[in-house]
């Protein structure tokens, strides 16, 4: 089956790194996204990973390993603008070329002074 | 940048209404989406379309149709509104291999 796991919340300090973790179980994995939703507000795209590795896009980074199923983003410097929820989303394929985001609960990050 | 525009920010109908939400892109995407966020339970697909006249059921249809008459436009049905469909809607539109764009979002209530 499809299943997305991220922790429900995490707490970090104003100008500290936080990492949130996803894992994932899908049958035809064709990538992974992070996205950034703050309260009443619309997701908004953050980083795209297909291959293994780690993709830097300053102060956010976003890992993948493919045959662990697993993701990481990586936030550095935090701000209190960085408080939101994060979510994690994986295209799977669902029947030939067609494909779906299955996507995580979300993350919601608690930035303090 | 890519729009996507929702008819509504909010909206408040009664039981057994007839209920369209409209989503309106402005890049010519061929993927078009609606989904429903609840707390604590993520976005669920409730239907989707790879093109115009054509949609397809996502995790969540019942009570819902959907139609997509033009490219950039794709409406949300709900044919017999229940409080039970009291959530955010959200649109989406996007490119193969491109991530999915958002609109702002419709809290809808039902009373």
């Known amino acids: 089956g499809q299943n997305i796991d991220q922790p429900t919340e995490m707490t970090a300090t104003e100008g500290a790194i936080v990492q949130i973790n996803c894992t994932y179980q899908?049958?035809?994995?064709?990538?992974l996204f992070w996205y950034q939703q703050h309260a009443g507000e619309a997701p908004t795209f953050l980083s795209y990973?297909?291959l293994d590795g780690l993709e830097e896009k300053g102060r956010f980074s976003s890992f993948l390993s493919r045959s662990k199923g697993y993701s990481y983003l990586l936030l550095k410097e935090l701000q209190m603008k960085d408080s939101a929820s994060y979510l994690c989303?994986?295209?799977?394929?669902?029947?030939?070329?067609?494909?779906?985001?299955?996507w995580g609960a979300g993350t919601k990050l608690i930035i303090k002074p | 940048d890519v729009k996507v525009t929702q008819s509504s920010r909010y909206l408040v109908k009664r039981t057994g209404e007839k209920v369209f939400l409209e989503c309106v892109q402005d890049?010519?995407?061929?993927?078009m989406f609606w989904y429903r966020q609840d707390p604590g339970l993520g976005l669920r697909l409730i239907y989707f379309?790879?093109?115009?006249?054509?949609?397809e059921k996502g995790d969540i249809p019942e009570g819902y149709s959907v139609s997509r008459e033009k490219k950039e436009r794709f409406s949300l049905i709900l044919e017999s509104a229940s409080t039970n469909q009291t959530s955010m809607y959200l649109c989406?539109?996007?490119?193969?291999?491109?991530?999915?764009?958002f609109g702002d979002g419709t809290r809808l209530s039902i009373l």
């Open positions: 989406a539109s996007g490119s193969e291999n491109q991530p999915q764009h």
């Open positions: 890049m010519d995407h061929e993927n």
């Open positions: 379309s790879y093109d115009v006249k054509m949609k």
């Open positions: 899908t049958s035809g994995f064709n990538g």
């Open positions: 990973n297909v």
């Open positions: 989303a994986v295209r799977d394929r669902v029947r030939d070329s067609n494909y779906q985001l299955i």
